[in-house]
């Protein structure tokens, strides 16, 4: 049975609703879950340490402290100002900031993918690594990453995997706009996180 192209099988950041009050986080989660797959596309093991990061940063952080105070978390934002006003050690908060983090180094990758189309991708990877996460890291995850940038497979076989053989024209529609909703939310989440003294992305 033939797969389906990626972007039809999950929520797209296009699709999450922010408001004033912010980026509502039931739809977020939803989101951030399908992203979580994306990097089982890259071949295995390729930035599995990033993957365990996110994954765990979603589930036992954000969603979490959603299913335990929906009521206050209905936004991300307020999430935070929330957890940061009644406990002590906000463990969803600092989950968030890392999340935040993760989102937007596989943001920057695809978008010089996408604005590259002569780079390979691991030179797009490297790149994005070296403009988010490089800074977080000790020698040793750096030494890692080094190793899970060469690993990244050739960009014609990615969007080969990513497409499923579906149309191509779609498939860069379908990338552009998940692409534009991400970038929309993580520039939004930095800022407010930055700003409200709550963590550095």
Request: some cysteine; proline content about 2%; hydrophobic content about 40%.
């Given at each position: 049975?033939?797969?389906?192209?990626?972007?039809?099988?999950?929520?797209?950041?296009?699709?999450?609703?922010?408001?004033?009050?912010?980026?509502?986080?039931?739809?977020?989660?939803?989101?951030?879950?399908?992203?979580?797959?994306?990097?089982?596309?890259?071949?295995?093991?390729?930035?599995?340490?990033?993957?365990?990061?996110?994954?765990?940063?979603?589930?036992?952080?954000?969603?979490?402290?959603?299913?335990?105070?929906?009521?206050?978390?209905?936004?991300?934002?307020?999430l935070v100002r929330s957890e940061t006003s009644t406990e002590q050690h906000p463990?969803?908060?600092?989950?968030?900031?890392?999340?935040?983090?993760?989102?937007?180094?596989?943001?920057?990758?695809?978008?010089?993918?996408?604005?590259?189309?002569?780079?390979?991708?691991?030179?797009?990877?490297?790149?994005?690594?070296?403009?988010?996460?490089?800074?977080?890291?000790?020698?040793?995850?750096?030494?890692?990453?080094?190793?899970?940038?060469?690993?990244?497979?050739?960009?014609?076989?990615?969007?080969?995997?990513?497409?499923?053989?579906?149309?191509?024209?779609?498939?860069?529609?379908?990338?552009?706009?998940?692409?534009?909703?991400?970038?929309?939310?993580?520039?939004?989440?930095?800022?407010?996180?930055?700003?409200?003294?709550?963590?550095?992305?």
């Amino acid at each position: 049975m033939e797969s389906k192209p990626y972007f039809e099988t999950v929520k797209s950041f296009a699709d999450v609703p922010i408001t004033e009050d912010g980026v509502e986080t039931h739809s977020f989660l939803e989101a951030s879950d399908g992203l979580v797959k994306l990097f089982d596309l890259l071949g295995s093991g390729v930035f599995a340490f990033v993957q365990a990061d996110i994954r765990g940063n979603i589930g036992v952080g954000v969603r979490s402290r959603y299913q335990n105070a929906s009521a206050s978390s209905i936004t991300l934002e307020n999430l935070v100002r929330s957890e940061t006003s009644t406990e002590q050690h906000p463990h969803a908060t600092g989950c968030l900031v890392r999340l935040t983090r993760g989102l937007m180094f596989l943001c920057k990758a695809l978008q010089h993918m996408q604005n590259e189309p002569s780079s390979e991708l691991h030179v797009c990877f490297k790149h994005s690594y070296d403009e988010v996460l490089r800074r977080h890291h000790s020698f040793v995850v750096r030494s890692l990453a080094a190793v899970a940038v060469r690993a990244v497979p050739y960009r014609r076989d990615f969007i080969a995997r990513i497409s499923q053989g579906g149309d191509r024209e779609k498939f860069d529609s379908e990338l552009r706009r998940w692409l534009a909703g991400l970038d929309v939310i993580v520039k939004r989440l930095k800022v407010f996180i930055e700003e409200g003294g709550y963590g550095r992305v």
